[in-house]
Structures are given as C-alpha cells and as structure tokens.
C-alpha cells in the first residue's frame, strides 16, 4: 500500500514540471490570440488535476474563445477547480448556480461555494453571497451553512 502510495506521488511529482510547462504554453497561447492553442495546452494540464488550468478553460468556454460559448461546459470545469479548492472555481460556480447560468440554479448550493470562496480571502464572493442571502429563506440560509462547515476538497 505505502509503495503504491510513494509511486503515485513520485510520479505526481515528476509530472509536475510538465504541468507547469502546459499552463505557460496556455498562457502563451492565450496571449497570441491563439485560443485552440490556449485550450490545448490547457486541457493537457487540467487532465492532470491543475485547477488552475481548468479554471482558464472554462474561461474559455464562457467567452468563447477557441471554442463554441458553453456556459454548461464552463461550469462543469468551474466546478472540478471548486471541488480542489481553488477559490476562483468556487466563486465562479458560486455565481453561477445563484443566477441559473449554465447550471440549474440552486441558490443554497452556489452560497455554499462562495463562501468557501469567501473564506479563502475572495471579497468579491462575500458580497455576492451576502445579495443572494437576501432572497434566501432562514432555513435555505441554515442549509448552506450546514454544507459550508461540512465541505471538504476533493482528492484530485
């Protein structure tokens, strides 16, 4: 079991220069104006667990760029960052499950990640969830808590 555990770290470990190497090739890309080139290299990384990578793809899909807008494809890439952790994922899907974009909407679910958004230093996120408590219900609110305190990131 612990020699199964050590490859697959060792492994995580000596893919990670690769990683790196894929999101500034996206960046590279992305910053040409070469879009598919941007996805590409994006989705290599993302493929590989990068949260960061998978938040700029669904970037991408949101706006657009290099591929057919898709604001459900973009979701679900907002999504797997917000299941690792990363804050931009959980503000973004946060956003989106409040207004129904993409997603159906789900207002107790999208309070839930931008306050782990929030939670993570995100100011934009705490504003936001602050607006959708407006037109939540006591119980709805106490709901969004309980998964708030409950959540845990994923493994990747």
């Given at each position: 079991?612990?020699?199964?555990?050590?490859?697959?770290?060792?492994?995580?470990?000596?893919?990670?220069?690769v990683?790196?190497?894929?999101?500034?090739?996206?960046?590279?890309?992305?910053d040409?104006g070469?879009?598919?080139?941007?996805?590409?290299?994006?989705?290599?990384?993302?493929?590989?667990?990068?949260?960061?990578a998978?938040?700029?793809?669904?970037?991408?899909?949101?706006?657009?760029?290099?591929?057919?807008?898709?604001p459900?494809?973009?979701?679900?890439?907002?999504?797997?960052?917000?299941?690792?952790?990363?804050?931009?994922?959980?503000?973004?899907?946060?956003?989106?499950?409040?207004?129904?974009?993409?997603?159906?909407?789900?207002?107790?679910?999208?309070?839930?990640?931008?306050?782990?958004?929030?939670?993570?230093?995100?100011?934009?996120?705490?504003?936001?969830?602050?607006?959708?408590?407006?037109?939540?219900?006591?119980?709805?609110?106490?709901?969004?808590?309980?998964?708030?305190?409950?959540?845990?990131?994923?493994?990747?």
């Amino acid at each position: 079991m612990w020699r199964l555990l050590f490859l697959a770290v060792a492994a995580w470990l000596m893919a990670s220069p690769v990683i790196a190497s894929d999101l500034a090739d996206g960046l590279q890309a992305y910053d040409g104006g070469d879009y598919v080139g941007a996805r590409e290299a994006w989705e290599r990384a993302a493929a590989a667990g990068n949260p960061l990578a998978m938040t700029s793809l669904a970037n991408l899909h949101m706006q657009g760029l290099g591929v057919p807008r898709d604001p459900t494809r973009a979701a679900g890439w907002y999504r797997r960052a917000a299941e690792l952790g990363n804050a931009v994922g959980q503000l973004n899907i946060g956003d989106l499950l409040s207004r129904g974009v993409g997603v159906p909407r789900d207002r107790i679910k999208g309070y839930m990640w931008l306050g782990l958004a929030a939670a993570q230093g995100r100011t934009w996120a705490a504003d936001r969830q602050k607006e959708i408590a407006a037109s939540m219900s006591a119980s709805e609110i106490a709901e969004a808590e309980k998964r708030l305190q409950a959540w845990q990131p994923t493994g990747g």
